[in-house]
């Protein structure tokens, strides 16, 4: 017989949900275990075990071979995806069913994985072609520096020269 566990007070407060949470209060009578209170979890109420699921974990090809059709498995979270196609294939030329893996979460878990590469792809290409923007600027800056290092040798053109920077200035100052 399955025993219920609920939490204390959960009949007498709606506020309180039935779903088991363990008693803390220093006074409690049900953390103390006292007879007449509600019992907690412990070891020795678990099911019997001829009832329990027997489920094996998988992480390779050669542990399905000695399976019955009738047997649960879940594949091992520590398989990859490249992996668990392969497991699914076998699987299924055996018969077992995988609880944790089908078609569908395979298809749904390679569409993220797609995405996410694209993504990254897509960013890269962004850094580069912005890599290349930055690299056209520097070359017309020291363009213009070669061009304002071949100044004209007069005292007249260096004079209008000046003269035109600082109205540039001015211009943007007062902009």
Partial sequence: MKMIFTRQNAHGKSRVGFKYRRAKGLQSKMRLNKRGYLKKPTTGYGNARSS?????IISSASQLEGLSPAT????????GLKKQKELLD????????????STDTLAARNKKILAKKQARLEKQK???????KSEEKKKEKESSEDLKKTKPETDEERKKEEKKEKD???VTKSA
């Fill in 126 to 132: 962004l850094k580069k072609e912005s890599g290349k």
């Fill in 52 to 56: 329990r699921d027997d489920i094996v």
């Fill in 168 to 170: 540039k200035i001015l």
């Fill in 72 to 79: 649960k498995a879940c594949v091992s979270a520590s398989v």
């Fill in 90 to 101: 076998a699987a299924e030329k055996v018969g077992i069913k995988l609880l944790n893996l």
